[in-house]
Each structure stands twice: as structure tokens, then as C-alpha cells.
């Protein structure tokens, strides 16, 4: 039995809505989810600015997007003070996780969402654990 946090969410994990997912190739939120993308995940991009991102219709908010997709994952590329309305929409639409990125924490907010039942994580990148749990043979390449 393994016992890192991170490897159930992965797990059950089929579809992630990105919320502040750029399109500028540049951008960290860009190669995290063009890799996730790679590894067989259905990307859900969310950003307002954007019509399209790596080939996905992009959606104005987390509500949008649950109304065309079951989203399993919402991965957060946000300041961290816009965490807590995000956090309210992603226990709305019954995800079952709330990721926030690296440099982003809002502990009141997580502690909200964990109280609803989603598995939360913060301050962590997706892409770096995701690869973690490859290399050590928890997952296997999609």
C-alpha cells in the first residue's frame, strides 16, 4: 500500500479544469496542462480571455464548464486571495479535488472544501507530483 496523498487523486482523476490556464506557451499554467494533456488527462481550460487553449473550448468560470464537462480535478494557476470564490464553485460542481499551484495557499478556503469531502492539496505543482509518482512506479504513462 502506498500512502501518498497525491496518488488517489490521480487515481480517479479523468478531466482537470485549469482555472487561469494561459495560452501563452510561455507560462507555467501552459506546459502544466499541455503535460497533463500528454499524460491522457482531458484539460478543461478556464479563463474568460481566452476562446481556446491547446485545442480545449475555454470557459468563463468553473460553473460554465460543469455544465458541458464532469470535472474531477480543479487545478488552480490563481493569486491565492482569488482562491475562496473557486473553491466555493469547485465544491458547487461536485469535483472531487481542488489543487492550488505552487505559491498559491488559502488555508480558510481548503479547509472549506475538505470539510465538503474534496480531496485538497496546496502549494504543490501538478506536473512535478505527477511525474514524481511516474518515476517512482506508482503511476504508469498514459
Given at each position: 500500500?502506498?500512502?501518498d496523498?497525491?496518488?488517489?487523486?490521480?487515481?480517479r482523476?479523468?478531466?482537470?479544469?485549469?482555472?487561469?490556464?494561459?495560452?501563452?506557451?510561455?507560462?507555467?499554467?501552459?506546459?502544466?496542462?499541455?503535460?497533463?494533456?500528454?499524460?491522457?488527462?482531458?484539460?478543461?481550460?478556464?479563463?474568460?480571455?481566452?476562446?481556446?487553449v491547446l485545442?480545449?473550448?475555454?470557459?468563463?468560470?468553473l460553473?460554465?464548464?460543469?455544465?458541458?464537462?464532469?470535472i474531477?480535478?480543479?487545478?488552480?494557476f490563481?493569486?491565492?486571495?482569488?482562491?475562496?470564490?473557486?473553491?466555493?464553485?469547485?465544491?458547487a460542481?461536485?469535483?472531487q479535488a481542488?489543487?492550488?499551484?505552487?505559491?498559491?495557499r488559502?488555508?480558510?478556503?481548503?479547509a472549506k472544501?475538505?470539510?465538503?469531502?474534496?480531496?485538497?492539496?496546496q502549494?504543490?505543482?501538478?506536473?512535478?507530483?505527477?511525474?514524481?509518482?511516474?518515476?517512482e512506479?506508482f503511476?504508469?504513462?498514459?
Amino acid at each position: 500500500m502506498h500512502a501518498d496523498p497525491y496518488l488517489p487523486i490521480f487515481e480517479r482523476t479523468q478531466t482537470i479544469a485549469i482555472v487561469g490556464l494561459s495560452p501563452k506557451p510561455d507560462r507555467d499554467s501552459h506546459h502544466v496542462a499541455q503535460y497533463l494533456q500528454a499524460q491522457g488527462f482531458r484539460i478543461v481550460p478556464i479563463n474568460p480571455a481566452a476562446p481556446e487553449v491547446l485545442g480545449e473550448r475555454s470557459w468563463p468560470s468553473l460553473t460554465e464548464a460543469a455544465k458541458h464537462h464532469r470535472i474531477d480535478l480543479v487545478d488552480v494557476f490563481r493569486d491565492s486571495a482569488a482562491v475562496p470564490p473557486i473553491a466555493d464553485e469547485a465544491i458547487a460542481i461536485g469535483a472531487q479535488a481542488l489543487w492550488l499551484q505552487i505559491g498559491v495557499r488559502h488555508d480558510a478556503a481548503l479547509a472549506k472544501a475538505q470539510a465538503a469531502g474534496l480531496a485538497v492539496v496546496q502549494d504543490h505543482c501538478t506536473l512535478v507530483e505527477h511525474q514524481r509518482l511516474r518515476a517512482e512506479g506508482f503511476l504508469p504513462p498514459r
